[in-house]
Nanobody, 124 residues
Framework: QVQLVESGGGLVQAGGSLRLSCAAS????????MGWFRQAPGKEREFVTT????????NYADSVKGRFTISRDNAKNTVYLQMNSLKPEDTAVYYC?????????????????WGQGTQVTVSS
């Protein structure tokens, strides 16, 4: 069992930045691939970014490439999502997810544990 708790969401102006954190507890964190997903109002949950167990491999959705950066600190059992140049289209609930695998996947249904989400709202 892995518990994930997201934090760092909030309201920002377009063009601003925000850093989300996901603190993990329970099962060993270092052996898990991690991902961030988001769900905007009226839309299905979608892939944002993933990172493998060591942080050596990452993937980003086209919509966030060049603006978002995922990173992890295994010593702190935490994964981060740095979001820059935020757009109103980025408004969503952001979810942290963990997969019982060292290899990341962009498919949300292949993740085993999910946080409760943190709201990110980007105003025009």
């Amino acid at each position: 069992q892995v518990q994930l708790v997201e934090s760092g969401g909030g309201l920002v102006q377009a063009g601003g930045s925000l850093r989300l954190s996901c603190a993990a507890s329970g099962r060993s964190f270092s052996g898990n691939a991690m991902g961030w997903f988001r769900q905007a109002p009226g839309k299905e949950r979608e892939f944002v970014t993933t990172i493998n167990w060591s942080g050596s491999s990452t993937n980003y959705a086209d919509s966030v490439k060049g603006r978002f950066t995922i990173s992890r600190d295994n010593a702190k059992n935490t994964v981060y999502l740095q979001m820059n140049s935020l757009k109103p289209e980025d408004t969503a609930v952001y979810y942290c997810a963990a997969r019982i695998s060292r290899i990341a996947t962009t498919l949300l249904y292949e993740y085993d544990y999910w946080g409760q989400g943190t709201q990110v709202t980007v105003s025009s």
